[in-house]
């Protein structure tokens, strides 16, 4: 775990083995799947393996990041361009060649991105319990 958590803070990729480790500690409903297939585990560590490339790349094709990633150039695409959008990374896409090009933040926006990303995911896990389990929905602490 100790590996994983050093590579997450220096912002670097995290490799298949790390996190297959670190997956195998955790319980089954933390693995739960979303919509898509893949847990939200594999959507951090996905996210988390694109902001680390670009810190590397000033521009990447999306055949190369999918390869990176793991994941199909189509789907490297939809993330790219959904956390462009949430801004949550900065950069700009050409469709046409089909690269993706990087812009570097400051360390306090990609802080303040993260932190809204994590509170948004909070949110949605919340909406999908409260969907599942209506009678939680009006429990208070």
Same mark, same amino acid.
């Given at each position: 775990?100790?590996?994983?958590?050093?590579?997450?803070?220096?912002?670097?990729?995290?490799?298949?083995?790390?996190?297959?480790?670190?997956?195998?500690?955790?319980?089954?409903?933390?693995?739960?799947?979303?919509?898509?297939?893949?847990?939200?585990?594999?959507?951090?560590?996905? +996210?988390?393996?694109?902001?680390?490339?670009?810190? &590397?790349?000033?521009?990447?094709? *999306? /055949?190369?990041?999918? !390869? #990176?990633?793991?994941?199909?150039?189509?789907?490297?695409?939809?993330?790219?361009?959904?956390?462009?959008?949430? +801004?949550?990374?900065?950069?700009?896409?050409?469709? &046409?060649?089909?690269?993706?090009? *990087? /812009?570097?933040?400051? !360390? #306090?926006?990609?802080?303040?991105?993260?932190?809204?990303?994590?509170?948004?995911?909070?949110?949605?896990?919340? +909406?999908?319990?409260?969907?599942?389990?209506?009678?939680?929905?009006?429990?208070?602490?």
């Amino acid at each position: 775990m100790y590996t994983m958590l050093k590579s997450v803070y220096f912002h670097r990729t995290l490799s298949k083995a790390d996190v297959d480790k670190f997956a195998s500690t955790l319980e089954p409903h933390q693995l739960a799947k979303m919509g898509d297939g893949s847990t939200f585990l594999d959507r951090a560590i996905t +996210e988390h393996n694109l902001l680390s490339a670009s810190k &590397i790349y000033n521009n990447i094709r *999306f /055949e190369e990041l999918g !390869a #990176l990633l793991q994941v199909s150039p189509e789907k490297a695409e939809v993330m790219a361009s959904r956390m462009i959008a949430e +801004e949550r990374m900065k950069g700009h896409i050409d469709q &046409i060649e089909g690269i993706l090009f *990087f /812009e570097n933040a400051t !360390a #306090l926006e990609t802080w303040n991105s993260q932190v809204e990303y994590i509170c948004q995911t909070a949110n949605d896990v919340h +909406e999908q319990v409260i969907a599942k389990y209506p009678r939680f929905e009006n429990l208070t602490a």
